[in-house]
């Protein structure tokens, strides 16, 4: 079966400060991989998606970047943290189908992150 | 691109119904999920329609109508565990890589 980490399960960083969350997954290969932003009460943001080994796509413009060093690992990085950068970061997979209809994402268990 | 419209909250009292609607907007629909989200925890999948109609999973159930750009969630007897957040999202079929795009998520109180 496949599972996901993620770690740190929370985090305290200074503002200013270099951040490096990591993802990986168990269990299957060449997944799609994604990380998404979640504000308290609020809904998933999607920040950068995978689909394969040093393939990066960016969806919102902002003070983050990612990075696929390797199949089955996804990490999420910036070099001076924002005030503006707390929340719970998710990371996510699904199968690389091309396409099929029925492929949920499975969720990691998040990482909370407050800046202060 | 899309737009997912979803009530920030709802209450319902334990062992009743509650429906949760969401209407979304996007130009090549390729399916729409539910997930489920307990307060500090990862989302979790419960259904998934692609097709028009009801896809019933024990006390959950989901409809679609891709004329209407419309899905419900249905929780029947419920429990004061299915008090959480409760995401709709929508994938295109144009959108590379598999991205789903997110309401705000509906959050039920379930009381006693």
């Known amino acids: 079966s496949q599972t996901i980490h993620q770690w740190p399960a929370t985090l305290v960083q200074p503002v200013g400060s270099p951040l490096s969350l990591e993802c990986t997954v168990e269990?299957?290969?060449?997944?799609?991989l994604y990380w998404y932003r979640q504000a308290a009460g609020r809904g998933l943001q999607l920040l950068f998606y995978?689909?394969?080994?040093?393939?990066i796509s960016s969806e919102v413009p902002q003070n983050l970047s990612a990075s696929r060093p390797q199949d089955r690992q996804f990490i999420l990085s910036s070099k001076k943290l924002l005030l503006s950068d707390s929340g719970f970061y998710l990371c996510?997979?699904?199968?690389?189908?091309?396409?099929?209809?029925?492929?949920?994402?499975?969720f990691g268990p998040g990482t909370r992150l407050t800046v202060l | 691109g899309q737009n997912i419209d979803q009530p920030t909250e709802m209450t319902a009292t334990e062992g009743a119904i509650v429906q949760i609607n969401c209407t979304y907007q996007?130009?090549?629909?390729?399916?729409l999920f539910w997930y489920q989200q307990h307060a500090g925890e990862a989302p979790t999948f419960l259904s998934y329609?692609?097709?028009?109609g009801l896809e019933e999973k024990g006390r959950f159930s989901s409809f679609l109508s891709r004329s209407k750009g419309y899905s419900y969630l249905l929780l029947k007897e419920l429990q004061m565990k299915d008090s959480a957040s409760y995401l709709c999202?929508?994938?295109?079929?144009?959108?590379?890589?598999?991205?789903?795009?997110f309401g705000g998520g509906t959050r039920v109180l379930v009381k006693p």
């Open positions: 995978s689909v394969g080994i040093g393939q």
């Open positions: 999202a929508v994938r295109d079929r144009k959108a590379a890589g598999n991205k789903l795009t």
């Open positions: 996007t130009s090549g629909f390729n399916g």
């Open positions: 996510a997979w699904s199968k690389n189908t091309g396409g099929e209809p029925y492929n949920e994402q499975f």
């Open positions: 269990g299957t290969s060449n997944p799609n």
């Open positions: 329609n692609v097709l028009d």
